[in-house]
């Protein structure tokens, strides 16, 4: 059968997952084992191209404790009235169906890397050849004093995209006219180095919507200088004059400690209070990562930059905002971009298949007013045993509008791309 | 009222001048203006070909999914079996909002608002499209373009290299040849996929981040992405 069309191919996963729902034991004798864990931009992507492209040589398991997935790119569009949350989240059911991809729905408690062996909150274990971790990051709550996982119910970083997200909507949908924001930004490395930048974009755009202009968004900002900066403070004073402050460490001389239940943040220049406090604190790779021993010092993993591999492991590939990946930024696009490499190094190891030199790329859009895109990109290669960038693009400052409203039109067909590469 | 009489049909532009659509009068010079937005993927005009979109000559009347050789989305070709023709009336509903008029097509459009800016392209398109062409509409790729491509086209791309490297073009073009703001690259002619890169490497059209790829990709994996590509058929 060498002429098959994509729908034939679909049909023999199809018929080959309901083999795949026989006991672990049983099923995949002699056939190579890929465990992932984690289903979001970088796992989901591992798990499709060795399932896609190993054409069912490859048993692969996703392990994510959630049912679905919701990405934390274009969540601040949900924030902005851009988007709706059903349409920014994704289920596995194709993943199952069309690649016979194995989801277990559980969190991943720890790894046996001596006998190659995940296990699961329940105690049972799940054996792999190769481990792709793919985690994503867990929130240093401590990193900002006053501030825990009970105080982000009040008020919420939202930096992981489901019931925080919605959480800060309502929030923020509750803001009156003459109201203050304050968010406290987080310190270098973190998810979506735009992403700050960009939410208060999406802030600023629904007060006006309202009419809330006499409302005001202060950014405590740990960080000199941040993602696109230029091209955000000429947006904001554009469309929100008056609405958006941002203060670096030389104005506010340090963040002392956050309260959330009165909304105050104090500095050393002053205490600010919000009626909405938004509170990103420092972040660290997701937690089985440590559990697993694949960090160092800085709380994130070290890799070969040629393969995606863990320092610490061979057996083990991570990807991600998990991974201390040289140049690039921790987003979906550039975890999507290691997941295949990855994906292509495992195969060749398991099924020799050809590999290829790593090459890595990220975009990273955001959004300041209706039609009003920006962007900013890279390629990557591995170099001197880092990943180094080999040519950098970014918008400028003064755009024409239809430059800026192809940007975003861009920037809806890559969400629609990305998700489809990621789930099928 | 004035016309800038610099366009070859410049005569056929004085006539059309007095037609109205409803109230307001119809402007195909403005309609030539807006069909920029078109010409990237459509070529009009004596000798059009097809591109990344069927080209258009003489598709008045024309019933969708019609041009041998052009691999169009089987939702369009389902629409053209069962009847659907292209007339004034059905080109301005379908590029009011291309995505509702025919579900599944995949032109990647996301649609014009304004009811006076379609009758203006597709008053400039029922002329242009059945008479003589316009010199400029098909701008043709810079010599330096067709003598990188030549260089490319010669060489064996390899497909199994391609689809390791189509791993970055797929993160935003779907491989499915759905489009959603983003153009499909699938079973595109061979020439046109080569030269469309090193259209983007030398600014001919222009794209930040399709530059900044293809600044970075050697002749060998322009090669391999071609190979791949071309190779692939929509569904």
Known sequence: MTNFNRRQFGLMFGAGAAALALPTYLRAQGKPRVVVIGGGAGGATAARYIAKDSKGEIDVTLIDASEKFTTCFFSNLYLGGFRDFDSITHGYERLQSNYGINKITAFAKSVDKASKMVILADGSSVPYDRLVVSPGIDLIYDSVEGYSEEAAEIAPHAWKAGPQTQLLKAKLDAVKDGEQIVMVAPPNPYRCPPGPYERVSMMAHMLKAKGHTNSKIIILDPKEKFSKQGLFQEGWAKYYPGMVEWYGPDVHGGIKSVDAASGTVETDLDTFTGALLNVIPAQKAGMIAAKAGLTNDSGFCPIDAATMRSDNDENIFVIGDASIAGAMPKSGFSANSQAKVAAMIIRSELTDSKAFPAKYANTCWSLIETNDGVKVGAQYEPKDGKIASTSTFVSQTGEEDSVRKATYEESEGWYKGITADMFG | ?235
């Open chain 2, 1 to 235: 009222m004035q016309i800038e009489a610099t366009a070859p049909i410049s005569a056929i532009l004085l006539f059309l001048s007095s037609m109205t659509v409803g109230a307001q009068e119809v402007d195909p010079i403005r309609g030539e203006k807006l069909f920029k937005a078109c010409s990237n993927c459509h070529e009009v005009g004596e000798g059009a070909k097809n591109k990344v979109g069927p080209h258009l000559d003489g598709v008045f009347g024309r019933t969708a999914g019609s041009i041998d050789g052009f691999k169009y989305s089987s939702a369009l070709k389902r629409a053209g079996e069962e009847g659907l023709t292209w007339s004034a009336e059905s080109i301005d509903a379908y590029i009011e909002k291309p995505r509702d008029f025919v579900k599944g097509n995949r032109m990647s459009y996301r649609g014009m608002e304004k009811a006076q800016d379609r009758s203006d392209l597709v008053a400039w398109l029922e002329r242009i499209s059945l008479n003589s062409p316009s010199a400029d509409i098909n701008a043709e790729s810079t010599s330096e373009v067709v003598g990188f491509a030549a260089a490319v086209l010669e060489m064996d791309g390899d497909p199994d290299y391609g689809e390791y490297l189509s791993g970055d073009c797929v993160t935003c073009h779907q491989i499915s040849g759905q489009a959603d703001g983003i153009p499909s690259i699938i079973g595109l002619p061979k020439e046109y996929f080569v030269r469309s890169l090193f259209e983007y490497k030398t600014n001919v059209r222009q794209n930040e981040v399709m530059k900044n790829r293809v600044v970075n990709l050697s002749n060998e994996e322009i090669a391999a992405l071609a190979a791949y590509f071309t190779g692939i058929q929509p569904q």
